[in-house]
């Protein structure tokens, strides 16, 4: 699966599939293949209350042969549940339907009354022309009672005992950043040794949740409680108990028990044991990184980090209309909490250091936001902006999407700090050194070289994630894509980092590795 493969229609998130490659087998003379044709159809729905109970169980009917599809057949499980699908495209009004049917390329010239007649007819099927990419809703945005976001997957509904039933919810913000592609969709829903059908594996984990608490679901990321990590995906999918192993289990038992009544058995046990030991112990085979004497430590650096990180993410929450609640200064003061966290090289720093220039007749001198002081005693320059800088242009340059004048300002800016400092070294050294040591508490044993300036690097720290704010994820990939290639252009840039990647920074460094 790809990024491109979901896209939004205002609330509803939809889903391209290849139905030539999927394990569904979407025919054209399927239950499948006539909701797809449903879906679409781009024919003007206006006609039909589909609102309306007895039009809803009409086209129903149409498709499955009768109302209640469960009824009729053992539902079609391929990575969704088709059902589920029509109800929620029931959902969608008439011009969120339409642009649906945009999507698809099937052109039927009828009313919706003709069309739903025309369905249980084998030869009115084959005779569309259906390409190899099926679009089709599956999941709704919804608020939890944190105000925070999710996609709901409607057509994943999740069944535990009695008559309770789920969903898998996943944050919109772990959306926009790959994560449901890359790891989510590729590594769970695909685990081909394990399940056959992408829903066995959240039902059987739902059925297990379900057990200790009322939950509605299993929420991903987020600020949900409880709530899987994007991080921990991962760790489950290597620990999951798949098919396989359950066959060879099967095998051994029912194995030994033909042997010790007497009975000659062409089982080959010993291999099936063999396996089984082997999926047990990569299961269980870990190195330890932390060791138990650091782990408390790891453990309370984890903790303080956590609330910085809560903080920062309270405010970027508030969005632009925080403005004058959060300055400029009032982030630094707060990422200058977090950077000895996720810039563990730097030892010290010193703000707004002034150094005079020569040859510029506008200016006299240099004042960089920020020097830090590496380990080594070599400086870099760190610019920090507010988020409420837009990173790029409003407009496309060649359908392209450049940076903003602000933006390219900034990094002129910071270029310019690198040039003077590289340009008056000599002279520079020793004044940084004696404001690192009086305001920085720097302290140099007798033989140490002293502070010095060498092909120094800056980090610019400036807006908001190119996602952000952007509803049609296309747009926001490209602009994902832009920026990715800009910011790796410039040589003495160091980092170039949103106020999203250091939330990001911050996520990793909180779930760091402990064993392998």
């Known amino acids: 699966?790809?990024?491109?493969?979901?896209?939004?229609?205002?609330?509803?998130?939809?889903?391209?599939?290849?139905?030539?490659?999927?394990?569904?087998?979407?025919?054209?003379?399927?239950?499948?293949?006539?909701?797809?044709?449903?879906?679409?159809?781009?024919?003007?729905?206006s006609n039909i209350n589909l609102s309306d109970l007895s039009d809803q169980r009409t086209l129903k009917t149409a498709i499955f042969g009768v109302a209640e599809p469960e009824i009729a057949f053992a539902r079609q499980k391929g990575l969704f549940e088709y059902d589920?699908?029509?109800?929620?495209?029931?959902?969608?009004?008439?011009?969120?339907?339409?642009?649906?049917?945009?999507?698809?390329?099937?052109?039927?010239?009828?009313?919706?009354?003709?069309?739903?007649?025309?369905?249980?007819?084998?030869?009115?099927?084959e005779s569309l022309d259906f390409d190899d990419d099926w679009f089709f809703p599956v999941a709704y945005k919804i608020e939890d009672a944190s105000k925070d976001e999710y996609w709901r997957f409607d057509t994943i509904p999740l069944m535990a005992e009695g008559d309770a039933c789920?969903?898998?919810?996943?944050?919109?913000?772990?959306?926009?950043?790959?994560?449901?592609?890359?790891?989510?969709?590729?590594?769970?829903?695909?685990?081909?040794?394990?399940y056959s059908r992408m829903t066995t594996v959240w039902q059987d984990l739902y059925k297990i949740l379900r057990r200790?608490?009322?939950?509605?679901?299993?929420?991903?990321?987020?600020?949900?409680?409880?709530?899987?990590?994007?991080?921990?995906l991962s760790i489950l999918r290597n620990r999951l108990v798949g098919q396989s192993e359950v066959a060879h289990y099967i095998e051994v038992q029912n194995g030994r028990s033909l042997e010790e009544l007497g009975q000659p058995v062409d089982i080959d046990t010993t291999r099936a044991q063999s396996l089984m030991a082997?999926?047990?112990?990569?299961?269980?085979?870990?190195?330890?990184i932390a060791t138990e004497q650091n782990i408390t430590a790891i453990s309370q650096v984890n903790q303080r980090l956590k609330v910085f990180h809560s903080e920062l993410e309270q405010r970027l929450s508030e969005g632009n209309s925080a403005r004058d609640k959060w300055d400029e200064k009032s982030f630094q003061s707060l990422l200058f909490k977090i950077f000895p966290f996720i810039f563990p090289q730097y030892t010290h720093f010193i703000r707004e250091y002034r150094f005079k220039i020569n040859g510029n007749l506008l200016k006299k001198e240099e004042i960089p936001d920020f020097i830090a002081l590496s380990a080594s005693?070599?400086?870099?320059?760190?610019?920090?902006?507010?988020?409420?800088?837009?990173?790029?242009?409003?407009?496309?340059?060649?359908?392209?999407?450049?940076?903003?004048?602000?933006?390219?300002?900034?990094?002129?800016?910071?270029?310019?700090?690198?040039?003077?400092?590289?340009r008056n070294s000599a002279r520079e050294e020793p004044n940084l050194q004696r404001r690192f040591i009086k305001d920085g508490g720097l302290i140099l044993s007798d033989d140490s070289s002293g502070v010095h300036i060498r092909s120094p690097k800056a980090i610019i720290i400036?807006?908001?994630?190119?996602?952000?704010?952007?509803?049609?994820?296309?747009?926001a990939h490209q602009r994902e894509q832009d920026f990715d290639i800009y910011k790796?252009?410039?040589?003495?840039?160091?980092?170039?980092?949103?106020?999203?990647?250091?939330?990001?920074?911050?996520?990793?460094m909180i779930s760091r590795q402990t064993k392998i």
Not at 178 to 187: D, E, M, S
Not at 462 to 475: E, Q
Request: with cysteine; proline share 3%.
């Open 84 to 125: 589920e699908i029509l109800k929620l495209w029931f959902r969608m009004n008439i011009d969120q339907k339409k642009k649906l049917a945009s999507y698809n390329d099937v052109d039927v010239d009828m009313t919706p009354e003709e069309f739903i007649s025309k369905l249980p007819e084998r030869s009115f099927l």
């Open 377 to 422: 005693l070599s400086v870099d320059v760190i610019e920090i902006k507010t988020p409420y800088f837009p990173l790029f242009r409003r407009s496309l340059y060649r359908k392209n999407w450049v940076f903003g004048s602000e933006v390219q300002g900034l990094i002129s800016q910071s270029q310019k700090y690198i040039y003077n400092l590289t």
């Open 166 to 194: 789920g969903f898998l919810f996943v944050s919109t913000r772990e959306l926009t950043t790959h994560v449901l592609t890359n790891i989510f969709c590729a590594n769970i829903f695909e685990r081909k040794n394990a």
């Open 1 to 45: 699966m790809k990024k491109s493969d979901f896209f939004q229609i205002e609330n509803f998130l939809c889903f391209r599939q290849d139905v030539s490659t999927s394990r569904a087998g979407l025919v054209k003379d399927s239950y499948a293949g006539r909701l797809r044709a449903v879906i679409s159809a781009n024919i003007d729905w």
């Open 278 to 288: 082997k999926q047990q112990s990569a299961r269980s085979s870990t190195i330890h």
């Open 212 to 232: 200790s608490a009322d939950i509605s679901g299993i929420f991903i990321g987020g600020k949900h409680q409880p709530t899987l990590s994007v991080d921990s």
């Open 462 to 475: 400036v807006g908001r994630c190119p996602s952000y704010m952007i509803d049609d994820p296309g747009v």
């Open 488 to 508: 790796r252009r410039y040589e003495d840039i160091l980092s170039f980092l949103t106020f999203d990647d250091v939330l990001d920074l911050t996520r990793r």
